[in-house]
């Protein structure tokens, strides 16, 4: 087998048998399926044996519950095969994305490959940002980074094709968000080339998985945002030999705070004073000017200039009133359009 594709399952007998059979009628057959089990309490644990006993290919581990990023760690340990893809168990494969990613990688004889995907939700289907088809080393990385990154090309397993040899840095099972970011700089590390594929050949349904609002509203958010700014900080200084810009990552981060700060003062569960003093926290944090100092204020959208406007001034109280307001606008804007469509 030169493929092994690692599926984490738990409680996902609503898309499983899409997502098994999308990756069983791939356009090569030189891949396993390792579908991990991670303790679920639905019928996902019987529908994984049920495609074991139909096919060979298919490998299924079962195991008490850990989260995902032990899923897949488990599913790496088990893996025979050269190359490393990842699933997630409520998405699904264009037919020809593994025969592509292989092809791609041997041809150019890099070391990781980057696909395009479709994210579904409904009925609606929008396709990633467009990278050009090319090859790039360390050098052209250091140029394209910031791009991949804030165009959430980087941030996911599942559009990408490792090789196994160069995991050297399995998953953080501590870190409960944001660790797929942080598995995929320690792998970066370790390369020399990747080639970039246009083509949206993962499609990512977004109905089942954790929306971006509902992330950004976890109560350790901030600490999630700051660790990966500062990992992706770690990695440039340790992969590049030139400082490249980090305006648009920087940016990009910042926007990340202003959604979380207007999450946090939406969030019902907890009291004013509350809101205040994480608010006072997160202002005065080290983390907190450290993105500051790369930031490019002109660029950034109005709602994000204002405050960060009220931030750089430490105005707690007018950074609240201000996110209150936004929040308060923003629903009922919902509510109206809710209403005319009735």
Known sequence: ???????????????????????????????????????????????CDYYADLDKRVIVIHKRNEG???????????????????????????????EILLST???????????GYKTISGKNVS???????????????????????VNVYLNSPWNKLYKKSLIKTYYNTTAKLGEDILFNLEYMKNIKSLSIIPNALYCYRVDNNVSSASTLNRENIFEIIFRTYNAILDFCYFKFTEKIEMNE???????????????????KNKLKLEKIDLLNIWCESDNMNLVYE???CKTLVLQ????????????????????YANNFIKDHARNVVRFLGE
């Open 127 to 149: 396709e990633s940002y467009r990278f050009d088809c090319k090859k790039i080393d360390t050098q052209e990385l250091s140029q394209l980074f910031s791009s991949l990154y």
């Open 304 to 323: 994000n200039k204002i405050l960060y406007s009220l931030i750089k001034k430490k105005a707690i109280n007018k950074i609240y009133l201000y996110c």
């Open 1 to 47: 087998m030169e493929i092994s594709i690692v599926v984490p399952v738990y409680n996902a007998k609503k898309y499983i048998n899409e997502c098994i059979e999308s990756i069983l009628n791939q356009t090569i057959n030189n891949l396993e399926i390792i579908l991990v089990d991670d303790g679920s309490t639905d019928e996902s644990g019987k529908i």
């Open 105 to 115: 990688i041997k041809k150019d004889e890099s070391d990781f490959v980057i696909c």
């Open 68 to 98: 995902v990023s032990a899923a897949r760690n488990s599913g790496i340990l088990c893996a025979s095969g050269d190359y490393i893809q990842f699933v997630d168990s409520d998405d699904y494969l264009e037919s020809d994305m593994c």
């Open 294 to 296: 790369n930031l490019d």
């Open 249 to 267: 990552i920087s940016n990009f981060t910042f926007g990340k705070i202003c959604k979380g700060m207007k999450l946090l003062i939406a969030n």
